[in-house]
């Protein structure tokens, strides 16, 4: 994809713009995904689409009409393609380089279930001359962003809330997208996380919910054992990616 974008780097920033493509059955083209770090909004073929995630995309305005060139399950958008880069920064080791962050999301058609029959992410991360893609789809960003990162090298690590020490994921399931809990405001209660019931005494403290590729400036990387999720990306063998 090779395609540009804006930069979030804090928690004030009031939004970003990642570029991208758009493509179905009807034709492709190129779109600007806007961010405000909670809602999501594109427009594509003149219709303006929003919501917190990339599975759950519905026009601004409801209902389309039959013949508009799109399909949609249970109201957001499927059938269709997104592509969009995220510019990121990784750490390596102690110095940290700009990267790019290429994402696909193949969205399935509608299915008997009143879903959609798959949803396929992959990405490639790119910085400097080197390139690491995920080795399969995934349903979930963490999952592929896991993946990405247990080909890097020891100390090698995207700068992003996935990957810090104060977030985390509530057990009873997460979307695919921005349901990444943030504990900056009590770092000494998630310091004493240790099982799922420490875990849920300390829910009701969480500052926000995140996305994960967001950075702020408490950043802190994430170590083995930490919190309810433990590590990131989890250690081999530990029912993570892998």
Known sequence: MRLGGGTFDSIEDVGMSWTGWYRD???AEP??????GKMLSVRIR??????????????????LPTDAPFTLSMGDLCACTLEWVIPVRVDLGGNAVDGLLECQLKLGAPDSRGGIDAEDLTMILRFGERSYATTKPHG?????????HQQLLPGQYVRSCVACAWSDYNPAGSPLFGG????????????????????????RTKTEFVQETHVCGEFERRGPGAGYRGSFPPERGSGGVG
Not at 31 to 36: G, K, L, P
Not at 46 to 61: A, I, Q, S
């Open 140 to 148: 979930l960003f963490e999952d592929a962003l896991a993946d990405l």
């Open 180 to 203: 990444l809990a943030c504990f900056r405001g009590n770092k000494d209660g998630y310091r004493q996380v240790k099982n799922k019931r420490d875990f849920f005494e300390v829910w």
């Open 31 to 36: 779109i600007s995904i806007e961010n405000d």
């Open 46 to 63: 003149g219709v303006d689409f929003t919501g917190t995630d990339f599975d759950g995309l519905e026009p601004l305005t409801g209902d």
């Open 25 to 27: 059955s009807r034709g």
